[in-house]
């Protein structure tokens, strides 16, 4: 069982940024492509970014394309969402999440087996 704990969110200015970090136990962490996912108060959770286990291919959603980074340190297992430029759309609850069956990095919710508990990042206009 892959425990996920994030940390890095709170409350910004647009405009501003944050760092989310997302720390792993218990597997094999460089065996799991990570995904980070949002979900906004009455709205589904939404794919936010995800990466290969190697680190090397990453993908975005069109919203945010230009502004996010995901990476990863498998020495340290631990995924992290740089968040560049943020708008008031980008307030919800961020969520890591971790593949180990699906090959490259996965962009579908009922892809990932396990999740963290989420971290609220709001921000302010």
């Known amino acids: 069982q892959v425990q996920l704990v994030e940390s890095g969110g709170g409350l910004v200015q647009a405009g501003g940024s944050l760092r989310l970090s997302c720390a792993t136990s218990g597997g094999i962490f460089s065996s799991y492509a990570m995904g980070w996912f949002r979900q906004a108060p009455g709205k589904e959770r939404e794919f936010v970014a995800a990466?290969?286990?190697?680190?090397?291919?990453?993908h975005y959603a069109d919203s945010v394309k230009g502004r996010f980074t995901i990476s990863r340190d498998n020495a340290k297992n631990t995924v992290y969402l740089q968040m560049n430029s943020l708008n008031t759309e980008d307030t919800a609850i961020y969520y890591c999440a971790a593949d180990w069956a699906h090959r490259g990095a996965p962009m579908k919710v009922w892809e990932y087996n396990f999740w963290g508990q989420g971290t609220q990042v709001t921000v302010s206009s």
């Open positions: 990466i290969t286990r190697s680190g090397i291919i990453t």
